[in-house]
T-cell receptor
Framework: ETGVTQTPRHLVMGMTNKKSLKCEQH?????MYWYKQSAKKPLELMFV???????ENNSVPSRFSPECPNSSHLFLHLHTLQPEDSALYLC????????????????FGPGTRLTVL | GDSVTQMEGPVTLSEEAFLTINCTYT??????LFWYVQYPGEGLQLLLK?????DKGSNKGFEATYRKETTSFHLEKGSVQVSDSAVYFC???????????FGIGTKLQVIP
């Protein structure tokens, strides 16, 4: 148990559906991340939030919409997805980044396995 | 841009065998280097790290040495166990920033 939970663990949706992934961390961190993990590809960073402000959007299509209402919760809203969006979506958290700081270890949740039909 | 190259696997070993998983990287400056492990059904966990050249990271019997001259960070363990079966990710991150670049992951299967 890493202190980062994700729900649901599995999700099957059609291309016209709207759904949301939820991530919650109980570690007192102030930075949160969304990653996409696809077979035979490196882990892809999607979004980063530091102190609830989005600091990274790694050229992610607009059909993925993140939301960070507070430092403990992170959502990924999904709409009109494509079959190639099927993947494992991982959430992570860490101490927040500040200028000049060294790397702060990221703690990962177990992921949501998303299948788009 | 930064990149990490590692063998895709799967790597299949018998229990108590010696493990090496190769990792090389391309980066500007002097990044920190990491190995993460992902057990079945779980998220990634930091296994070990090294922040400067010639540093050796170690944890749970695993070791890796930051080799600047060969831009490598190979993971080794002297005697693997069935419980080490997992996917291992090599990664790098520039100091002072949170954007970590991951390799493709190497699946390790240890058989009794």
């Amino acid at each position: 148990e890493t202190g980062v939970t994700q729900t649901p663990r599995h999700l099957v949706m059609g291309m016209t559906n709207k759904k949301s992934l939820k991530c919650e961390q109980h570690l007192g961190h102030n930075a949160m991340y969304w990653y996409k993990q696809s077979a035979k590809k490196p882990l892809e960073l999607m979004f980063v939030y530091n102190f609830k402000e989005q600091t990274e959007n790694n050229s992610v299509p607009s059909r993925f919409s993140p939301e960070c209402p507070n430092s403990s919760h992170l959502f990924l809203h999904l709409h009109t997805l494509q079959p190639e969006d099927s993947a494992l979506y991982l959430c992570a958290s860490s101490q927040a980044w500040t200028s000049g700081s060294s790397y702060n270890e990221q703690f990962f949740g177990p992921g949501t396995r998303l299948t788009v039909l | 841009g930064d990149s990490v190259t590692q063998m895709e696997g799967p790597v299949t070993l018998s229990e108590e065998a010696f493990l090496t998983i190769n990792c090389t990287y391309t980066a500007t400056g002097y990044p920190s280097l990491f190995w993460y492990v992902q057990y079945p059904g779980e998220g990634l966990q930091l296994l070990l790290k090294a922040t400067k050249a010639d540093d050796k990271g170690s944890n749970k019997g695993f070791e890796a040495t930051y080799r600047k001259e060969t831009t490598s960070f190979h993971l080794e363990k002297g005697s693997v166990q069935v419980s080490d079966s997992a996917v291992y990710f090599c990664a790098l991150g520039p100091l002072g920033y949170q954007k970590v670049t991951f390799g493709i992951g190497t699946k390790l299967q240890v058989i009794p």
